[in-house]
């Protein structure tokens, strides 16, 4: 069966810090990885994608991916409170299926 | 990005009886998802609406239980019928307009007493 695993958290940092959120997944034929942002009652908002090997940049959020060790993870620089939320790493496995991980909660404090 | 229209917002209903969520988007799209949503959990697919054809259900979701219609590329309903107290979750349809992430409706929140 095909899995997506996430670290539940709560992963705490302080104000202005990095958060890392790191996602593993099972099928090595996936080829797109999305992170989303989930606020507290509302519904995931996509804020990143990646497809290949490396780093990808977007502002405060950069997403890496490494296939062979089959791991994506998400970086925010200087994190604010407005980043707590839960984010849910995302994998597509082939054709339109995705498949969502469980989600990590960050919490920053002020 | 499209913009999908997800109603109702929430909903509480008696055991036994159906709900219909609409969910309309703004440009066409080839697929719509239908996933719900435990409260603390992640989602759970339920169904893939392809227009023109019968939705394809994941594994412990069946048709009889959630009947999907597709009758055009920018609209679908799914349907909880003869609902229990444990079909109370959110329900959340998305779209992929293009080769990128998914875009969400803002959810129902289905409580059966």
């Known amino acids: 069966q095909k899995e997506v695993e996430q670290n539940s958290g709560p992963l705490s940092v302080p104000e202005g810090a990095i958060a890392s959120l790191n996602c593993t997944y099972s099928d090595r034929g996936s080829q797109s990885f999305f992170w989303y942002r989930q606020y507290s009652g509302k519904s995931p908002e996509l804020i990143m994608s990646?497809?290949?090997?490396g780093d990808k940049e977007d502002g405060r959020f950069t997403a890496q991916l490494n296939k062979a060790s089959q791991y994506v993870s998400l970086l925010i620089r200087d994190s604010q409170p407005s980043d707590s939320a839960t984010y849910l790493c995302?994998?597509?496995?082939?054709?339109?299926?995705?498949?969502f991980g469980a989600g990590t909660r960050l919490f920053v404090k002020a | 990005s499209a913009v999908i229209s997800q109603k109702p917002s929430r909903d509480i209903c008696q055991r036994g009886t159906s709900l219909t969520i609409q969910c309309q988007v703004d440009?066409?799209?080839?697929?719509m998802f239908w996933y719900r949503q435990q409260p603390g959990q992640s989602l759970t697919l339920i169904a893939t609406a392809n227009q023109g054809s019968e939705a394809t259900y994941e594994s412990g979701f069946v048709i009889d239980k959630f009947p999907i219609s597709r009758p055009n590329l920018t609209f679908s309903t799914l349907t909880v019928s003869n609902m229990s107290p444990e079909d109370s979750s959110i329900y959340l349809c998305s779209a992929q307009p293009g080769d990128y992430g998914y875009t969400f409706g803002s959810g129902t929140r289905l409580t059966v007493v």
């Open positions: 995302a994998v597509n496995t082939g054709g339109f299926k995705t498949i």
């Open positions: 990646i497809y290949s090997n």
């Open positions: 440009s066409q799209v080839t697929m």
